[in-house]
Structure formats: structure tokens, C-alpha cells
Nanobody, 121 residues
Framework: HVQLVESGGGSVQAGTSLILSCAAV????????MGWFRQAPGKEREGVAA????????YYADCVKGRFTISRDARKNIMYLQMSGLKPEDTAIYYC???????????????WGQGTQVTVS
């Protein structure tokens, strides 16, 4: 079992940066796919970025490419989402997830964090 604990959300001005963290409590395995998802009011949960732990490959939604960076500190077992050039349309609750299956942006994941609010004005 893995518990995911997110932190780093907040309210920021457009154009600024924010870093989200996702600490994994419990063992994560090399075959895991971990990712960040977000859900805005009235919208479905969407994939933002994902990282394949075995290969280190990363994937991004087109709307965040060049602005967001997903990374992971294996020693600390913490995943990050560095967000820059934030836009009002990035406003959402951001969730981290682990042990995801299917396409990189599929929300078919076993473990989920509690979510952290990001508001951009």
C-alpha cells in the first residue's frame, strides 16, 4: 500500500511559478507510472504529466508543455511538478497518483493523493 501526500498548492498571480510535491509513504516499485492530474470545477479529471519510473520517460499534456516539469527524487521518494508561466486556466485541484495503467493520461490509477488547490488569477 502507498499513501500519497501532496503539498505546495496556493493562490498565485498569472505568470508566476509554483512547485507541487507528492511524498510517497510506502514502497514504490520500478514498474510504477506516477502522474499529476487536475480537475477544474465542472470538468473531468485530466492528465497533466506523468513519469515512468523504470525508464524515466516523461509525458505532458499539450497545454502545459514547456511550462510544467515533472520530476522525482528517488532517494526521498518525492515527485514534483514545477509549474511556471501559470495561467488562469491552470486553476484546478491537482492530484498526484501512482500505479497508473493504460495511456499515460488515463486516470486509471490505484493510489491517489488528497488533492491540492491551485488558483491562478
Amino acid at each position: 500500500h502507498v499513501q500519497l501526500v501532496e503539498s505546495g498548492g496556493g493562490s498565485v498571480q498569472a505568470g508566476t511559478s509554483l512547485i507541487l510535491s507528492c511524498a510517497a509513504v510506502g514502497r514504490t516499485y520500478p514498474n510504477y507510472v506516477m502522474g499529476w492530474f487536475r480537475q477544474a470545477p465542472g470538468k473531468e479529471r485530466e492528465g497533466v504529466a506523468a513519469i515512468y519510473l523504470r525508464s524515466g520517460s516523461t509525458y505532458y499534456a499539450d497545454c502545459v508543455k514547456g511550462r510544467f516539469t515533472i520530476s522525482r527524487d528517488a532517494r526521498k521518494n518525492i515527485m514534483y511538478l514545477q509549474m511556471s508561466g501559470l495561467k488562469p486556466e491552470d486553476t484546478a485541484i491537482y492530484y498526484c497518483a501512482a500505479l497508473c495503467r493504460g495511456q499515460w493520461d488515463s486516470p486509471d490509477c490505484t493510489y491517489w493523493g488528497q488533492g491540492t488547490q491551485v488558483t491562478v488569477s
